[in-house]
């Protein structure tokens, strides 16, 4: 009665909060999502989504609706396991940067179970510089993160703009530019300071948080600018373009492997990490090279 792809659809729209944002997260257009809501309200015959002109909100039948998909995607999900004859096993002891797991990671991962129910996963999560180290250390197994510009390590998966991001309307970039950053050994943090460096500017750190959700917080209060990747940036944010602060330049975000020989259930976790990390930058526009 109900498609899977109008399932996934729905839940991706009451994830991601709009049309257009789903469509994003899923590589399609905004039309095509908003046809595929109203063949799923077609076929239940209720309303899913209330909708005007600057909100959308689920409707009491919207929220049963959420549990419904979930339980049929993961039942199907299932059967298509048995039956193909997945027999993947092991342990993955997977690390992630803090901004992929934020917008990029967890679908991924969701399909993953769904299509390999047997195969375990430990998810460390973490700036790249510590999960590299951590993994060097034989404590990981694949790390998915970022790199600095030149840099070799890593299988490439898409190559990203580092811009400086605010709440809107900051305005403020007299010195000392106040900023809100990861700890070191932040990848970002050491790009910002050094362009701020090489611009003659200076700075002071209005917020340290080793959490995204920390910097968030601080950046909506106002208390300062931060340095990320463009592709990734926090909901609520906004890319700053003003002379007064430095170029930042790229980053590469990269799938990292201990071993030089992946097993099974690495090598298809490595697949899907890949192809869903594709399949989200054409959604978003950004260049995967």
């Not at 600057?54 to 039948?61: G, S, Y």
């Not at 769904?114 to 694949?142: F, I, Q």
């Not at 070191?184 to 300071?193: C, E, N």
């Not at 959490?211 to 940036?233: P, T």
Request: net charge neutral; aromatic share 6%.
């Amino acid at each position: 009665m109900f498609e899977p792809e109008l399932l996934k659809t729905f839940l991706a729209v009451e994830r991601a909060g709009g049309f257009t944002a789903a469509g994003r997260l899923l590589g399609l257009r905004q039309s095509t999502v908003s046809g595929h809501i109203a063949r799923l309200e077609q076929a239940a015959g209720r309303e899913l989504f209330r909708r005007d002109t600057r909100n959308l909100a689920l409707t009491a039948d919207g929220a049963a609706m959420i549990g419904f998909a979930r339980r049929i995607l993961d039942a199907q999900a299932q059967a298509d396991a048995y039956f193909s004859g997945s027999t993947l096993t092991g342990l993955i002891r997977l690390g992630a940067s803090d901004d992929v797991m934020a917008r990029e990671l967890p679908d991924i991962l969701l399909e993953f179970r769904r299509t390999h129910p047997g195969v375990d996963l430990e998810l460390t999560v973490g700036l790249s510089e510590n999960l590299k180290t951590r993994m060097a250390a034989g404590e990981l197994d694949l790390v998915f993160g970022k790199r600095l510009p030149g840099e070799r390590h890593g299988d490439l998966l898409w190559r990203d703009r580092l811009v400086w991001a605010g709440r809107s309307g900051t305005k403020d970039f007299e010195d000392p530019v106040p900023f809100v950053t990861y700890p070191a050994p932040s990848i970002t943090r050491q790009m910002a300071l050094r362009a701020l460096k090489h611009a003659g500017r200076t700075w002071r750190v209005a917020c340290v948080s080793d959490s995204l959700l920390g910097l968030r917080a601080a950046v909506l209060a106002g208390l300062g600018v931060i340095a990320h990747a463009e592709s990734v940036l926090p909901d609520g944010l906004v890319t700053i373009d003003d002379p007064r602060l430095p170029e930042l330049g790229e980053l590469d975000f990269v799938l990292m492997h201990r071993r030089s020989t992946l097993s099974e259930a690495e090598q298809a976790l490595a697949a899907a990490i890949a192809s869903g990390a594709r399949r989200l930058r054409r959604g978003s526009g950004t260049d995967g090279v």
